[in-house]
């Protein structure tokens, strides 16, 4: 972590008359305050990094603010919770970051184990891909894969408020079909 001298830190907050008056602060507010500006910093920080990120796309859609989802909360289950984090955030191997990672321009990171023609990323994998249809029927429910669309699929991913149940089996299919996937590649 990036160390700054307290002089920086209450410039960049714009508290720079806390470091010049010191005198003059009253302690109990001023923490206060600091602790405020440095959180509306950090927040902002982060939502620009998600703006500017390509790889995150998605993953902004579903993640409207900053905190702690819901949904990894209320998920008792390490390893369930462990695998819908991971696919929220695009730490997979889909070809989607796989082909980021080695400079394949985005519109060749197909699906190789289908005849759709397409790219292999999130949506694909969750809600299309022929090869998961028996675990997508098992623990999906069925209207987010008739008619798909990017609306159902950010509808799906964004159900920290709705039933655990629904959040248990998103990632039961994830972790289900990852590893039929990995075992066919």
Known sequence: MLSLPLRDILQS?????VWLYPSSVRIDSFVLVLRSRLRDIYVS???????LSSAL??????????GQSSNLTSMENTKYRNSLAKFRLSSHKLNIEV?????????????TLCNLNDIEDEFHFLLKCPLYTAFRRQYIPKHFYTNTNMFKYITLMQSENTCISTLKNIALFCDKSFKLRDTLL
Do not use: A, M
């Not at 907050?13 to 008359?17: H, W």
């Not at 920080?45 to 703006?51: E, F, K, V």
């Open 99 to 111: 082909g980021r990672h080695n400079n394949i321009p985005r519109n060749e990171r197909k699906c």
């Open 57 to 66: 796309d998605v993953f902004r859609e579903i993640k409207l603010n900053f």
């Open 45 to 51: 920080n982060w939502r620009t990094g998600l703006d």
């Open 13 to 17: 907050s714009g508290l720079n008359e």
